[in-house]
C-alpha cells in the first residue's frame, strides 16, 4: 500500500451519512467503474484510495492491517476485535450512526427488570427445563463479555442470522442483545430492555489500523484528512467576531477568553491602545462575549461571522493520532 487506503461503507444509511459528512467538509467522494465499482477517490486529497466495503467487513479488514483508516460503528468494531488495544485505534467519533446495543426480554416477564433478575431467571429456567435459557444476538463476543461481568453463565447463544428481534416470538430464543435505536422496532416485538442493559453505546467511528504498514505516504494523507475533517467541526462550532475596543483592549480581551472562550485571532491597533480586533468565539457563547464587549468598551458594531474552516497552527488531535501510530 503506497497511499492511504481508507474504507467506508459501501450501501445503505451508513454510506449516505459519510457522504454528507464528506460533502459537508467540502470533500466530494467520487465512486470508481460506476455504482457497482467497489473503489473510490476523495476529491482534492489525491493521497486516498478509497475502499467500499460493507460495515461489518471494514472492521476486519481494520483487524487485519488490510486498510489503513475505515469508518463503521463502534459495536462492530468492538464486536470484531473485544480488545481494540494494539490493534485498532478509535481516532474520532463523527456524530451519526447513534444505535445501542442492548439485552431485552419479553414485556410480559414483568418481574425482570435487571440484570441481576435475568441471572435468577436463567437458574430458575435451568432447573425446570434442564437446558440453558437462549440468546439470540449478532454480537456474541459483546453478549459473553457483558453477561461475564454480572455474573451470568446458565444462558446459551443462538447466533442470529435475520431479524433478531423477532427471536423470541418465534420461539428460537427467550431473550435478545440486539441494536435499538428508538427502542420502537423493540416495543413492536414485545421487548424491553433492561434498565441496566446497555452494552454498548455505539456511534461511526473514524479507525485507524494499527496492524496496517504505514509508511510516510499513508501518514501524510490520514493527517491532511483528520486535519481537514476537525477543521470544518471546528468551524461549525464557531464565530468569527470583529469589534472595535476603547483603551486597555488586554484587559477585556482577557475577560472574553476566560467568561466567553473567546481567543484572539488578529489585532489592528499597535500596543495597549484602541484598535480593531477579530477574535474566535464559540457559538454558543456568543451573547455572553457581546454582553462583555457592551460592558467593557466595545465600541460600534460588532459583527459575528461563520467561516469554512478553522485550522490551528498544531492541531492537539492530529498530534495525539500520531502518538497512536507510535505505540
Not at 234 to 248: Q, S
Request: aromatic share 6%.
Amino acid at each position: 500500500m503506497s497511499g492511504l487506503v481508507l474504507a467506508v461503507p459501501s450501501k445503505g444509511r451508513l454510506q449516505e451519512q459519510v457522504q454528507s459528512y464528506f460533502a459537508d467538509a467540502g470533500i466530494a467522494m467520487q465512486q470508481a467503474a460506476g455504482a457497482r465499482g467497489y473503489r473510490a477517490t476523495l476529491a482534492d486529497l489525491p493521497g486516498i484510495d478509497v475502499a467500499l466495503l460493507s460495515a461489518s467487513e471494514i472492521a476486519a479488514a481494520l483487524l487485519a492491517g488490510d486498510v489503513h483508516m475505515g469508518i463503521t460503528g463502534e459495536d462492530l468494531l468492538r464486536e470484531e476485535a473485544p480488545a481494540l488495544e494494539g490493534r485498532i485505534a478509535l481516532v474520532k467519533p463523527l456524530g451519526f450512526g447513534f444505535a445501542d446495543v442492548v439485552v431485552a426480554v419479553p414485556e410480559s416477564w414483568i418481574d425482570v427488570t435487571g440484570m441481576s433478575d435475568l441471572d435468577d431467571v436463567c437458574a430458575a429456567f435451568y432447573q425446570r427445563h434442564k437446558r440453558r435459557l437462549r440468546i439470540a444476538t449478532k454480537f456474541v463476543n459483546l453478549t459473553r463479555a457483558f453477561f461475564a461481568r454480572h455474573g451470568i453463565w446458565d444462558y446459551r447463544i443462538v447466533e442470529s442470522l435475520g431479524a433478531t428481534e423477532g427471536a423470541p416470538a418465534a420461539g428460537t430464543a427467550e431473550a435478545v442483545v440486539d441494536i435499538a435505536t428508538t427502542g420502537a422496532t423493540l416495543a413492536a416485538n414485545r421487548l424491553k430492555t433492561l434498565q441496566d442493559g446497555t452494552i454498548l453505546k455505539s456511534q461511526a467511528q473514524l479507525a485507524a489500523s494499527l496492524t496496517a504498514s504505514w509508511n510516510a505516504d499513508a501518514r501524510a494523507a490520514a493527517k491532511t484528512l483528520l486535519a481537514r475533517l476537525i477543521a470544518r467541526e471546528r468551524a461549525k462550532a464557531a464565530l468569527v467576531l470583529r469589534a472595535r475596543l476603547n483603551a486597555d483592549p488586554d484587559s477585556v480581551l482577557a475577560l472574553l477568553a476566560e467568561q466567553a472562550g473567546a481567543t484572539l485571532l488578529s489585532r489592528h491597533s499597535a500596543g495597549n491602545v484602541a484598535g480593531e480586533f477579530s477574535l474566535l468565539c464559540p457559538r454558543e457563547n456568543l451573547m455572553a462575549a457581546i454582553a462583555i464587549l457592551r460592558r467593557h468598551g466595545g465600541d460600534g458594531a460588532v459583527t459575528a461571522q461563520a467561516v469554512e474552516y478553522v485550522f490551528e497552527t498544531e492541531d492537539p488531535a492530529v498530534a495525539a493520532f500520531e502518538k497512536m501510530l507510535e505505540r
